[in-house]
């Protein structure tokens, strides 16, 4: 169907007259009479009819208004799914319930009007989440950059959250009661991280954290997810494991889990957001000012990061 001639039978309708619909289309009244005779005889069915006060709709026409204005909707969002400046912002949060999807939900908060695309890219390493962005799956991802050489020329960085780490203990656990852990307190209690990858980003962060202040992190056993960690954790006396100030967990009240800070010092995971250079997204412009603005108003003290990777940051 042409999308002219549905464009055009719309704005006969709502104008009520061809001269007035021709003026809307900023086309002649003889091109609005083509295109309408053009459709009708497509169809196969005549659409309008004339009236003392203009043009009225046939039976027919009453029928394919509803689908001709959901045809034009249409069409204007496969054109803003591929127009810069229209289509929504795509960006990776990684994991919906850790601290970039938090930050990324605050942004919306306070810009409303923006279209947001939040998603979590499936089983994707730091050099793929790259790829992506530079091909423009998404417009912008959020991973740790400590190794700028990793970093493609045409990608741009900027350092926009420390995820402060906290304790996350049963009821019965004996740090259970604690307002604070410092962090030598660790030494003598295992923290549970199981399925951990050694081969990326965080496997290697959590494996220099253990190295440096003597902890125990176990990574054995398969990975059943966090609804499954969360209850192991509530039933155990001595279970713990870490989980970012930024990140939200829910679970069932009789947990009784609590979530301790952890200091002296606070180990903090160091993520960027990550964006094409020539990307044209405005919306982009407000999300990195947001970011930015919210990670200097949040300073975590006394922060602990891995020393090579502090040296890039």
Same mark, same amino acid.
């Given at each position: 169907?042409?999308? %002219?001639?549905?464009?055009?039978?719309?704005?006969?309708?709502?104008?009520?007259q061809?001269?007035?619909?021709?003026?809307?289309?900023? &086309?002649?009244?003889?091109?609005?009479s083509? #295109?309408? =005779?053009?459709?009708?005889?497509?169809?196969?069915?005549?659409?309008?009819? #004339?009236?003392?006060?203009?043009?009225?709709?046939?039976?027919?026409?009453?029928?394919?208004?509803?689908?001709?204005?959901?045809?034009?909707?249409?069409?204007?969002?496969?054109?803003?799914?591929?127009?810069?400046?229209?289509?929504?912002?795509?960006?990776?949060?990684?994991?919906?319930?850790?601290?970039?999807?938090?930050?990324?939900?605050?942004? @919306?908060?306070q810009?409303?009007?923006?279209?947001?695309?939040?998603?979590a890219?499936?089983?994707?390493?730091?050099?793929?989440?790259?790829?992506?962005?530079?091909?423009?799956?998404?417009?912008?991802?959020?991973?740790?950059?400590?190794?700028?050489?990793?970093?493609? #020329?045409?990608?741009?960085?900027?350092?926009v959250?420390?995820?402060?780490?906290?304790?996350?203990?049963g009821?019965?656990?004996?740090?259970?009661?604690?307002?604070? &852990?410092?962090?030598?307190?660790?030494?003598?209690?295992?923290?549970?991280?199981?399925?951990?990858?050694?081969?990326t980003?965080?496997?290697? @962060?959590?494996?220099?954290?253990?190295?440096?202040?003597?902890?125990? &992190?176990?990574?054995?056993?398969?990975?059943?997810?966090?609804?499954?960690?969360?209850?192991? &954790?509530?039933?155990?006396? %001595?279970?713990?494991?870490?989980?970012g100030?930024?990140? #939200? @967990?829910?679970?069932?009240?009789?947990?009784?889990?609590?979530?301790?800070?952890?200091?002296?010092?606070?180990?903090? @995971?160091?993520?960027?957001?990550?964006?094409?250079?020539?990307?044209?997204n405005?919306?982009?412009? =407000?999300?990195?000012?947001?970011?930015?603005?919210?990670?200097?108003?949040?300073?975590?003290?006394?922060?602990?990061?891995?020393?090579?990777?502090?040296?890039?940051?």
């Amino acid at each position: 169907m042409d999308l %002219d001639g549905v464009r055009t039978f719309v704005a006969i309708v709502d104008a009520g007259q061809f001269q007035a619909a021709a003026d809307r289309l900023s &086309i002649t009244q003889q091109a609005v009479s083509k #295109r309408m =005779a053009a459709l009708e005889r497509g169809l196969g069915v005549q659409l309008l009819t #004339r009236n003392a006060r203009g043009v009225g709709l046939s039976v027919d026409g009453q029928a394919l208004l509803p689908h001709a204005r959901e045809l034009l909707r249409a069409e204007d969002r496969a054109l803003a799914s591929v127009t810069p400046q229209r289509r929504p912002l795509r960006v990776d949060v990684i994991n919906r319930r850790i601290a970039p999807a938090v930050r990324v939900h605050a942004f @919306y908060r306070q810009h409303p009007d923006i279209t947001l695309d939040v998603v979590a890219l499936p089983d994707i390493d730091t050099d793929a989440a790259f790829a992506a962005v530079a091909n423009g799956t998404v417009d912008a991802t959020f991973r740790t950059v400590w190794n700028t050489k990793r970093l493609p #020329r045409t990608l741009r960085s900027a350092h926009v959250i420390d995820d402060a780490h906290q304790l996350l203990v049963g009821p019965r656990h004996p740090l259970a009661d604690n307002d604070v &852990i410092v962090l030598a307190e660790l030494e003598r209690h295992r923290v549970w991280m199981p399925g951990l990858p050694s081969t990326t980003d965080w496997g290697a @962060y959590y494996s220099e954290l253990a190295t440096t202040f003597g902890l125990r &992190i176990d990574v054995l056993g398969p990975n059943f997810g966090g609804e499954v960690l969360l209850a192991e &954790i509530a039933d155990s006396p %001595d279970l713990s494991t870490f989980v970012g100030e930024g990140s #939200r @967990y829910l679970w069932p009240a009789h947990y009784d889990l609590r979530r301790i800070p952890i200091v002296d010092p606070t180990p903090v @995971y160091p993520m960027s957001i990550v964006w094409a250079r020539d990307n044209p997204n405005e919306s982009l412009d =407000a999300l990195v000012a947001h970011l930015q603005t919210a990670h200097a108003d949040n300073p975590v003290h006394n922060a602990w990061v891995p020393p090579r990777w502090k040296e890039t940051l």
